[in-house]
């Protein structure tokens, strides 16, 4: 089975582990007001460094490399919205939303190259994938857990004028 697909995809994954750093270090800085929330968000951007490692680790044993433009690409995207984020008023709750949307993206993808990675007989890459993807479900299922707490956090600090809501 021709594997470009799995060598191109490889190469979308790393970047977009590498825009997920970039977007979690971010988001993680300015949740000072949220801590339970700003723990976990430290908490997977760790996950989301060894994630990287493992793909590269996983791309090396195949001999494919990373894309040094698609991983600026993620990260340049990543600071987009990371400005985006600082100029609203209800920051934590974009944030939120957002980071809640982009672990189903990553859940997305890794599905689709668990069934590349297997199609290729590549089933390193597949446990590889198999774990990372146990990692972003776990993300997105807390976020799930937490959004209405942290919504309903958000709204009470915005009705009080001691607290800051934003961050």
Not at 6 to 19: I, S, T, V
Not at 26 to 53: C, F, G
Not at 64 to 79: E, V
Request: with cysteine.
């Amino acid at each position: 089975m021709e594997t470009k697909y799995l060598e191109n995809w490889l190469r979308d994954a790393h970047a977009m582990e590498q825009q997920a750093e970039k977007m979690l270090k971010s988001q993680a800085e300015r949740l000072v007001d949220y801590p339970e929330l700003q723990a976990r968000i430290e908490q997977h951007l760790n996950e989301t460094r060894h994630q990287s490692d493992r793909l590269e680790q996983a791309m090396a044993g195949i001999d494919i490399d990373t894309s040094a433009l698609k991983d600026l690409g993620g990260k340049l995207t990543a600071f987009g919205q990371a400005m985006g984020g600082m100029m609203a008023g209800d920051e934590v709750m974009k944030g939120s939303i957002a980071c809640y949307a982009f672990e189903h993206f990553e859940i997305a993808n890794y599905k689709a190259l668990i069934q590349a990675a297997e199609s290729a007989g590549q089933t390193g890459v597949a446990q590889v994938c198999r774990e990372i993807l146990k990692e972003e479900e776990a993300m997105a299922a807390w976020l799930s857990d937490h959004l209405e707490s942290t919504t309903t956090q958000f709204l009470q600090r915005a009705d009080d004028d001691n607290q800051r809501a934003k961050r």
